[in-house]
Every structure is written in structure tokens, then in C-alpha cells.
């Protein structure tokens, strides 16, 4: 096959990876079922910095991640395969180009590359010291993560409104019935789901896609530490795109090329390894034909960009320095009432050094009750997930946040053992309760409560109402060694704002 | 090089300000609001005998006591329920015995034979209890599917076009639930079809005959449908003591909080704007505490029983007597006779009692 013909292949794996990509991301939405075919975190299964990133700051070997290898394998034998054939967002930053990106980055200093390099290197220094925060900037997981909390609910949010509107015209009922027919609760949800910090996340990830205005893949160039990761890796792959003796140093290769990695450099002009992507289109581009995939054993050249000693030390006290700051941060330190975890999880401290802020848990999650964290445990618990029963509860028939957990940082429990992981425990604030309070009958949360026992009881009172009657009213009290935190209690309280029965971490 | 733009701004902006126009007029035309219960009973009137409804209709608000459900025999409206006699279809119908499906048939054929409440070409929903994904239909917290599946087939057999079941759950999602409770494979073995009651379709209307509540957030379809049959298990529940017909049909709101202050008459409120043409109650198996979710396999009681009605009160008047106590002790029960919806007292209707051992 011709090198054109080859760069079709890149060109259709990509846009087959993708769709496979969004393919997960619709079929796990707020489905306690994984979907049909690969598991719905393979992606991140297949990520080496997530994988070595966890296995370093859990201090074990995770045999899910264990799927790293193979990218890690591609990786050594034909350089950064991921970034151009497989990463979604990567085909992403390939798809959105600027006319003016190519001009501008010429004027951008090949320097800056070391930034994706100290990244890496702080990322993993932290998670040597059993801080994974910095893997929010995995690319997989900032895909991910604002495809879950801003754009599919915004998607919805438009499907929804649109639906409202048409449903007030009769001759079109017919139709949007039988639309509803197709993709309610399959590619739809049938709750509405709403993420916090929704616009911050995706300021993030537009703000990266902007910066491809400054140059092509600008994140994947400059910022994006898997690209790094795989980039070292790639100095020492078997094949790599070497230039012949025909060159005439046209710079033809350079200018196509979508990461820049063409050396122009006279008398060094060459490809490097560490830059280039595998889009093979400066194979196709070259004018003599000759540049082609050749064996070699030979280390990449050390560029200008790669982290000198002094630089890969002060990453290395830049992580440790961040883990020992983020870790002594009282928002973490302390026992904060609202930091409430996923159902199996116990151990603040051993969840942190697991999760990989990949936010699957937040989009399989059925009542969208798992919501990114902000501070409640600190920086360095950014973006993982907290139950917030306001907003959801913890569905006693549902085990999928630990089922599609890529790291087992959210235990994968069978349902029976899931039905009693404790979460936290409920507390009735009897000042706002309706019927301790007021005296007005109500009893939601005993209702509601899923314990085969109820882990609310009912007892009678005589109470007096403000024109003087007297009644009876049940008033709930919780029975604490029963109750395991679910939520659905608070989500349900009738009371206005806060609930009068809230679940604090327990 | 400038390109050229395939169409220019003008003609753009031209065109969607034309469809716009377009669809803002016909946004326009006035909306039949076809889930006033007005049009439900006329329509569901003609070909069959709906007495309940339509007289409720007519006589909304004052005389309540003529809207009392007259039996099978539609120009009856006496103010006190008339008890049929004996020989001619029951007015209510309580099978015994251990195959649920042969009780659901027995049931509704003592009322007259599903025939009486389906023409051909008629669109039925069903309204189970499916209220949570918790729990398989052992634990008598979710309708038994057998029940719900023989009335899908019998409605079919008797040429209705379509046959949807729903629910809205408060525990997981409608899927799950669905499939949890047995009902989605059942209702799919016998023909029918599991509806999901998407948000964007819930309309608020009025309720003419409310008390307390007057406007509600309703799922349309429920209102329109052909005929409707609700179909709830007889269990316990915190703080009505029972959840049985009435107050089954709070799955088809969206908002129910609102139902929690004055539950009691609320749930009459609901009953007077939905009124479920048949009233099947399954008590093969009873939740007798720690309703309405359940979860402990002691307290299910198996009755081997099914009650129906066409009159939602009587039915859950007659289902409080499995539990030891009467109609009046269930606060919805009252008020919903009190509305003129059905009779509480079982006194003097003709119940017929079938034993198929």
C-alpha cells in the first residue's frame, strides 16, 4: 500500500476511534448496565499515564490498568500511535485547524515543549508521593469529564426544551412520541442531570481547543503530559520516520506537519521522534519520496526542549512540594461533614491516591448524585466525586459507579454488599423538620428510606397548631445503626432549600 | 483567495425569519387541550361503559352524590350506589386461588369480561406499582408481572391496538425498575409494550373537582388513553397505612412533593381527574410493613388474591379487609367516596367471591 492509502487508514481508525469514543459515552448514560461491546473504560484502561499514575501513588499493581502495557508496547515499537491513530482528543484538536495557526507558530518557541515534559514529571513525582491531583489534566479525563458535566447535559438540556416547545403542537405529537420511543432511556436520560463547576470544566477544554488558534495541536505540542509521557517513550521506538539522503530541505514535511515536528534546523534536519504522532503526512508530502519508517535501536536525539537535570529536580520538588501542601490543606485534613464518597469507599486518603478524576462514575451515576468536588477535600481532591444527596441519591438497586470505576478506587461491590457499604449517616434537624417543628404531617423520608428495616421510625406525638388545635402527627427519628447514607431521605425532603434531614459523612 | 459563501447573509437571515414566522404561527393555532377530562370520557363513552366518568363529568361539583359509579349499567345514577343483582356482572370481583394468571382472567370476567371495557382498535394503558428497581416481585413491593402480563393479553384478545404499561419510579430509573420488577419481560412476553413518561411531555391541567389540589403536572397520555387500568398492590405505606388504587396513581405526576401537605385528600383530588376506568388490585402477595419499599421476605404475606373493580373505591375499600381494616381507616378512601369517585361502604354491592382453589 502506498503511504496516501496508509494515511487513509490513520484517517478512518481515527474518525473509528472517535465515534467508538462517543459510542461509550452516550451508551452509559445513566445506565446501571454496562453497554454492549468493550467495557465503557477502555479508554482510560489503555491510558499509561492514568495507570502509572495510579499504580504509583496506590503503591500496587492494578490488574485492570494493567491494558496500559499495550499502548505502552505501541508506543516502543512505531512512537506515538495514541496521539494520532487512538486519543479522541487529540482527533479532536486534529479536526478544529486554524488558516492562521501554521504563521503563528513559527513565531512560538520550540522551548515551550518542555512544558508537557515538567508536567509529566511533576505528575508523577507527585503520584510518588501519593498525589494524583495533577492527573486532572489527562487528556482522556478532560474529554471525558466535560463531555459528562457540561456538554451531554447541555445536549439533553436543548433535546428537552426543544421536545417541551413541539409537544404544544398537536400534528407533530405523533412524531416526537415515537422519537421519544427511540431514545428515552437508552441514548436520553430520563432525569435531566445538572453538574456543578459545569462551566468551569468547560472553560478548560475550550480554552485548550482555543489554543489551537496559536498553533496546530497546540495542546498536544506543548501542555499535554501523556503526550510526554508517550513522547520519551517514543525516543527509544523501533521504527520512526527517518529522511533520506534525497532530502533537498525543502521543508515541505515541516509545513504539513500537524504537532511540528520537523527539525528545520540546517545540518539536524530531521524528524523527532518525541513530536511526531505517526500522521504520516509528510511521507506523503515529501517531494523526493524519502522519508519513510525505519528500523533503528538508536536513542533520539536529546532536543533543546527535553528536561535538563536541573529541570526534571525542580519538577521532582515541585510535585513532592504540591502533594505535602495540597496534603496539609485543613479542608482536607479535617473531617468535613459534606465530603460524602461513592458507595464502598472508606478511606479518604487511599481513595485520593486511586481515582483518576476520570468522572465515569458522575455519568453512569443514575440520579447524577455524584457531583465534582471542589474543595471539600482540598485541591487535592479536585473534580472526583462526592455524593451531593440534594441533587441525587445513591439508588439502592444501582452498583455502576464501581463497575465502571477504571481504578477500583470506587470498590466494585455485588449488590447485596453495596446495600450495605455505610456512606454516611442521616440527621434530622427537628428546628426545619415539618412535623417537629410545625407540627404538619409528613413523613417523606421514612417513606423513602430503601432499608428493608426503614432506618427512619414513626412515632406518635400530640401536637398543639397555631389557632391552638391539637393533633397527632408521626415524627420521624433516624435509627442510626441502620441507615447507610443513601440520601435519597435529603433528596426528598418536601422542605423548602435545605433539606430538614441531611447525610453527613460518616 | 476569499471564498464565497454558498448562500449569502440576506438570504440566510430571509429564510429564518420565514420559518420562523412559519412556525410561530402555527404555534398559534389554538390547542385542543385534549387532557381535559372532558373529552377522556366522551370519548371513552361511546363505545363502551364508562358510567363513573361520564357522570362525573356532567355533574361536576354539584351533586356529588349522583357521580357515585352507577355499576355496568351506565343510565343509572341513583345517590345510592344501586347493587346490581346477583345474577348479572359483579360490581366487584375477589378471585382466589394459586395461579395469578387464572385469577386476573376469573376477576375481570366476573365484572363482564374485558370485552366491556375494550373495542377494537382501543389504546390501553396499564398503570402498575413499579416504585423502585430494588427489589425482584417476591418482595411484594413492585405488581406481580403475571398480573400485569394477563391483562396485557386479555386486552389484546379483545382488539385493543396498543397496550402500554408504565410507571414512575422514585427509587432508579424507569428502565431498571421495569426490568427489576419482572413486569417489563412479562408485559413484552404477552404483546404489549414498556412506555417511559418523558419529562418533556407532562402537561399541567386543572382538576375541576379538586378540593385541595386544583392544578397538576400530568402525564397526557394517561388522561387520553382509551381506557385506562390501574393496577396496584395492596401493601403498607408510613403514613396513609396503605398504598392500594388511589393513591397508586400518584406515579403519573411529576411533582410529588406537592402531594405530601393534606396527602389524604390530595390523592382524592387525583383519583377525581384521573379515574381509571378499572380498578385491578393484586394481592398475591402482600407487603404487610416497612412499605412502600420493602425488602424483608418476612413481611410478605402471600393471599393468592385479586380484586377488581370498576369502581377505584370499592376496590380499595374491599383490599383494606385483608389487612384487618376497613375502608374508613385509610384517610384517601373517605375522601375519595366523599368526592363522589366510588363507594366506600361494601355493604350493599354486589361482591362476588370466586374460589379457584
Known amino acids: 500500500m502506498s503511504w496516501n492509502g496508509w494515511r487513509r487508514v490513520r484517517q478512518s481508525v481515527q474518525i473509528l476511534f472517535f465515534a467508538f469514543y462517543i459510542y461509550l459515552i452516550f451508551a452509559v448514560v445513566q445506565q446501571r448496565v454496562a453497554p454492549p461491546l468493550a467495557s465503557p473504560n477502555i479508554f482510560f484502561r489503555l491510558d499509561p499515564l492514568s495507570a502509572i499514575g495510579a499504580m ?42 486554524f488558516r492562521k495557526a501554521r504563521k ?108 489551537n488558534l496559536l498553533a496546530h495541536r497546540f495542546w498536544c505540542r506543548y501542555l499535554c503530559p501523556l503526550g510526554a509521557l508517550l513522547g520519551l517513550l517514543s525516543k527509544v521506538s523501533l521504527f520512526r520516520p527517518l529522511i533520506g539522503s534525497a532530502c533537498t530541505e525543502c521543508t515541505r514535511c515541516a509545513i504539513v506537519c500537524k504537532p511540528g515536528a520537523v527539525d528545520t534546523t540546517p545540518a539536524n534536519f530531521h524528524i523527532m521522534p518525541s513530536e511526531c504522532t505517526v500522521c504520516l503526512d509528510c511521507l506523503v508530502n515529501c517531494k523526493p519520496a524519502d522519508i519513510s519508517f525505519k528500523f533503528s535501536l538508536k536513542p533520539a536525539p536529546r532536543q533543546e526542549f527535553d528536561l535538563s537535570r536541573r529541570q526534571a529536580l525542580g519538577a521532582l520538588t515541585t510535585g513532592a512540594a504540591g502533594v505535602l501542601l495540597l496534603g496539609t490543606d485543613l479542608r482536607l485534613r479535617q473531617d468535613n461533614p459534606w465530603r460524602i464518597r461513592p458507595p464502598g469507599v472508606t478511606d479518604e486518603d487511599t481513595f485520593l491516591s486511586a481515582c483518576l478524576r476520570c468522572s465515569q462514575c458522575m455519568k453512569i ?134 433539606a430538614a434531614i441531611r447525610v453527613y459523612n460518616a | ?31 385542543q387541550n385534549s387532557s381535559l377530562p372532558t373529552e377522556t370520557a366522551a370519548t371513552g363513552a361511546t363505545p363502551t361503559v364508562l358510567p363513573s366518568a361520564t357522570a362525573g363529568v356532567i355533574a361536576t361539583e354539584t351533586t356529588p352524590a349522583e357521580t357515585t359509579p352507577a355499576g355496568p349499567n351506565p343510565t343509572e345514577t341513583a345517590s345510592n350506589p344501586e347493587p346490581s343483582p346477583t345474577t348479572g356482572p359483579a360490581y366487584l370481583a375477589v378471585t382466589h386461588g394459586p395461579d395469578p394468571a387464572r385469577l386476573t382472567r376469573a376477576a375481570i370476567d366476573a365484572l363482564g369480561g374485558m370485552a366491556s371495557f375494550v373495542s377494537s382498535g382501543f389504546d390501553v394503558i396499564i398503570k402498575p406499582n413499579i416504585c423502585t428497581d430494588y427489589h425482584p416481585p417476591e418482595y411484594a413491593s413492585t405488581t406481580n408481572p403475571i398480573v400485569v402480563g394477563t391483562l396485557v393479553s386479555m386486552c389484546l384478545e379483545a382488539g385493543a391496538k396498543r397496550v402500554r404499561v408504565m410507571d414512575y419510579p422514585f427509587g432508579g430509573t424507569p428502565q431498571s425498575a421495569y426490568e427489576i420488577s419482572g413486569i417489563a419481560q412479562a408485559v413484552e412476553a404477552a404483546g404489549g409494550e414498556m412506555h417511559i413518561m418523558s419529562r418533556p411531555k407532562y402537561t399541567r391541567v386543572d382538576i375541576p373537582q379538586g378540593k385541595d389540589l386544583t392544578k397538576v403536572e400530568i402525564y397526557p397520555d394517561i388522561l387520553e388513553a382509551d381506557l385506562l387500568i390501574n393496577v396496584p398492590i395492596a401493601k403498607h405505606h408510613g403514613s396513609t397505612r396503605l398504598t392500594l388504587g388511589c393513591k397508586n396513581l400518584m406515579g403519573v405526576i411529576l411533582d410529588r412533593n ?25 394481592a398475591v402477595r402482600i407487603l404487610t410493613n416497612h412499605g412502600p419499599t420493602g425488602g424483608d421476605l418476612a413481611d410478605v404475606k402471600q393471599l ?26 385509610i384517610g384517601y378512601i373517605p375522601a375519595s367516596a366523599e368526592l363522589g369517585l366510588g363507594t366506600m361502604d361494601l355493604s350493599n354491592i354486589n361482591i362476588q367471591e370466586i374460589n379457584l382453589g
Open chain 1, 56 to 97: 504509583l501513588a496506590s503503591r500496587q499493581w492494578i490488574p485492570k490498568l494493567g491494558l496500559a502495557l499495550a499502548t505502552i508496547g505501541l508506543t516502543i515499537i512505531i512512537g506515538r500511535v495514541w496521539c494520532g491513530w487512538i486519543c479522541p482528543l487529540g482527533s479532536l484538536l486534529e479536526w478544529v485547524s
Open chain 1, 104 to 211: 503563528r507558530a513559527v513565531s512560538i518557541s520550540p522551548r515551550w515543549r518542555l512544558v508537557k515534559y515538567f508536567l509529566l514529571a511533576t505528575s508523577l513525582a507527585a503520584a510518588l508521593f501519593g498525589g494524583l491531583t495533577l492527573l486532572v489534566l489527562d487528556p482522556i479525563a478532560i474529554f471525558t469529564r466535560t463531555l459528562t458535566t457540561a456538554i451531554l447535559p447541555a445536549i439533553f438540556y436543548a433535546v428537552n426544551s426543544i421536545e417541551t416547545a413541539l409537544y404544544h403542537l398537536n400534528f407533530l405529537i405523533p412524531v416526537l412520541d415515537g422519537f421519544e420511543g427511540l431514545v428515552r432511556g437508552t441514548v436520553l436520560p430520563v432525569e435531566q442531570p445538572a453538574f456543578t463547576q459545569s462551566l468551569a470544566i468547560a472553560a478548560l477544554f475550550f480554552g485548550l481547543i482555543a489554543l
Open chain 1, 365 to 498: 451515576c443514575p440520579t447524577a448524585a455524584l457531583q465534582p468536588a471542589l474543595t471539600e477535600a482540598g485541591l487535592a481532591g479536585l473534580w472526583t466525586p462526592l455524593v451531593v444527596p440534594r441533587v441525587g441519591y445513591c439508588d439502592y438497586g444501582c452498583t455502576a459507579c464501581g463497575q465502571v470505576c477504571p481504578s477500583g478506587a470506587i470498590p466494585r461491590l455485588p449488590l447485596e454488599e453495596k446495600r450495605l457499604a455505610v456512606i454516611g449517616k442521616a440527621s434530622i434537624d427537628h428546628n426545619r423538620c415539618l412535623p417537629w417543628a410545625s407540627g404538619v404531617p409528613c413523613i417523606v423520608c421514612e417513606e423513602m428510606c430503601p432499608t428493608p428495616q426503614k432506618s427512619i421510625r414513626l412515632e406518635e406525638a400530640q401536637v398543639v397548631d397555631s389557632s391552638g388545635q391539637t393533633s397527632t402527627v408521626q415524627r420521624p427519628s433516624v435509627l442510626r445503626d441502620l441507615c447507610i447514607g443513601c440520601g435519597i431521605c435529603e433528596h426528598d425532603c418536601p422542605l423548602e432549600g435545605v
Open chain 2, 1 to 31: 483567495m476569499k471564498r464565497r459563501p454558498p448562500i449569502s447573509r440576506r438570504t440566510f437571515l430571509k429564510l429564518t425569519a420565514t420559518v420562523a414566522a412559519g412556525a410561530a404561527l402555527a404555534g398559534c393555532t389554538p390547542k
Open chain 2, 258 to 282: 406537592l402531594m405530601h401537605t393534606n396527602l389524604s385528600q390530595r390523592i382524592a383530588d387525583l383519583t377525581s381527574l384521573v379515574r381509571p376506568a378499572l380498578t385491578v388490585v393484586d
Open chain 2, 304 to 329: 393468592d388474591t385479586v380484586i377488581a373493580s370498576r369502581d377505584i373505591v370499592a376496590a380499595d375499600s374491599y383490599a383494606t379487609t385483608l389487612f384487618g381494616l376497613t375502608g374508613a381507616d
